[in-house]
């Protein structure tokens, strides 16, 4: 077998369903052999967008089974960044390239992907790197703290005849997402002496925490804490807990963690971006499996400290005219099922989602890229065919990545657009007015361009056009608060759709609870 061959097939002994890509015209022996394989090849029309659905099968189903690639060169330079967004977000991913060995689109990409990966590595055209080296990328892919990997594979080794020199005896193991704890006594003791002896300790829950499949919900009945999640870690309890107070941000407000003296952190990352203070702070990671099963914590009554500061969906009044985004999302509430998925782009509309909405949710955390919703749903929908799937996405994020339409529509995929268009990169535009003064925001807006000196051009886009562009049902404006009733026959139908919900942001959550609190 050649060394393409043997790649594919060191992949599907990995238990490897899906490669997610765009092709070229160099690699014909890697497309040969995928195209042989039993592997499932998703087509998409950006290698960035391969990354991010590769990702999201990954993260939903909860373990490595699809992969991303790319062609050399350019192709390899569009896909980093969904490579880095799943390493940032801690999700396990293998990506490749194929390398060429001339100056004609040759770009170093090993040193490219070094700092967004845990692992980045160029085989040689020698047997053994083919057969060893794979395997130890999908292996440190896997293990904790998960991450993406990248290879670069050179068209030689690719064309050459090789010999699976190692073997793969452990072919069907499969390796869970599961972290290798540390069992020490005294370290537990010291952690249920330092709960016991807070007057106002929280737990606070991040990312980490969901791929453990731990019992959160558990540990707090068992002990009373009051609990907050990251965005990352927001699902690993009801959100109808009665110890759940909600969700943090770096945007929100962090006054409830003010007047703690003991912030327990479980499955918390700081790539997440809060900045929380670590000095009045233990990590219970690898000690959850003991604190889960012991009775030395003093279970206690926090509910009064629970019940004030508890993050709650607000019932406004209707606008005369544009819907309130917390208005939209106490429909997809009362439509949705909690087990059911709403992917989030970013800007305003994911700091609501993360507060306020029930369904499990997706969110770019680490990175916090635009665009990343529509090809993660995609990549949810494949891993969960019976879940309905909601992508919300601004203006802004749209017209950056609308391209995969095109994949959502030839694979007849029944998920649900929403883009909200408030006409500017509505989180820079407030940030700008806070620090820099009420009346100027510079490069937010989306409809207004200055085409030149006093001279300005309006520009309204028409998003509705566009997914029909692509063949995609579209045919709301969402304008009035009335008008989201259709949301319960747009999410009944088995068909890809695009609406647009025309969005007035007022006051912000953490505007309000500053203000109100």
Not at 182 to 211: D, M, W, Y
Not at 311 to 339: A, F, H, T, W
Not at 347 to 356: A, D
Not at 463 to 477: E, H, K, M, P, T
Request: with cysteine.
């Amino acid at each position: 077998m050649n060394g393409a061959e043997l790649f594919v097939k060191i992949l599907e002994e990995n238990k490897i369903n899906y490669v997610c890509g765009v092709t070229g015209d160099f690699e014909i022996p890697l497309t040969k052999a995928i195209m042989n394989s039993k592997l499932d090849n998703i087509q998409v029309m950006h290698e960035q967008n391969g990354a991010f659905v590769a990702s999201a099968i990954n993260r939903v189903s909860n373990k490595l089974q699809a992969v991303c690639y790319s062609t050399l060169g350019p192709g390899a330079l569009n896909m980093i960044g969904g490579v880095a967004n799943s390493h940032f977000d801690r999700v396990p991913l293998l990506a490749f390239s194929p390398q060429t060995e001339g100056q004609h689109q040759y770009v170093d990409l090993v040193s490219l992907y070094k700092p967004v990966t845990k692992y980045a590595r160029e085989l040689k055209s020698k047997p053994y790197e083919f057969s060893l080296f794979v395997k130890d990328a999908i292996r440190i892919a896997r293990s904790e703290i998960p991450g993406s990997c990248f290879l670069s594979l050179p068209l030689s080794g690719l064309n050459s005849e090789v010999e699976d020199c190692f073997g793969y005896s452990d072919g069907n193991i499969d390796y869970p997402l599961t972290p290798t704890y540390i069992n020490t006594n005294q370290k537990v003791e010291e952690i249920i002496t330092k709960i016991n002896s807070a007057k106002l300790p929280i737990l606070i829950v991040g990312n980490l925490a969901i791929r453990y499949n731990s019992n959160v919900s558990t540990f707090v009945e068992k002990t009373g804490l009051p609990i907050v999640t990251t965005f990352q870690g927001k699902n690993t309890i009801s959100k109808k807990h009665k110890n759940n107070i909600g969700v943090l941000s770096r945007h929100s407000a962090k006054s409830i963690l003010d007047k703690s003296d003991l912030l327990i952190f479980f499955g918390y990352d700081q790539v997440e971006g809060l900045g929380l203070n670590e000095e009045k702070a233990i990590v219970i990671d690898d000690f959850f499996p003991e604190l889960l099963i012991t009775n030395k914590i003093v279970k206690r009554d926090f509910s009064s400290f629970i019940k004030k500061n508890k993050v709650k969906l607000p019932k406004n009044k209707p606008l005369k005219y544009g819907i309130k985004m917390e208005q939209l999302i106490s429909y997809l509430n009362r439509y949705m099922n909690e087990d059911d998925i709403i992917v989030s782009d970013v800007g305003l509309h994911k700091q609501f989602i993360g507060l306020y909405a029930k369904p499990r949710c997706l969110f770019s955390n680490g990175l916090s890229y635009m665009g990343y919703s529509i090809p993660t749903a995609i990549g949810a929908q494949i891993a969960e065919p019976e879940k309905r799937i909601v992508c919300i996405i601004g203006d802004g994020g749209f017209l950056m990545n609308h391209q995969e339409l095109a994949t959502i529509q030839r694979m007849n995929l029944p998920i649900k657009i929403l883009v909200i268009n408030n006409g500017s990169y509505g989180l820079v535009e407030r940030a700008q007015k806070q620090k820099i003064g009420k009346t100027k925001t510079f490069g937010t807006w989306l409809r207004t361009f200055h085409s030149g000196i006093d001279e300005i051009t309006e520009i309204d886009f028409n998003f509705l056009n566009i997914a029909r562009g692509y063949d995609i049902f579209a045919s709301n404006v969402i304008t009035l608060y009335k008008d989201l009733n259709c949301l319960e026959d747009i999410l009944r139908r088995k068909r890809p759709e695009l609406h647009e919900v025309k969005v007035i942001y007022n006051e912000l959550p953490w505007e309000r609870q500053t203000t109100h609190r």
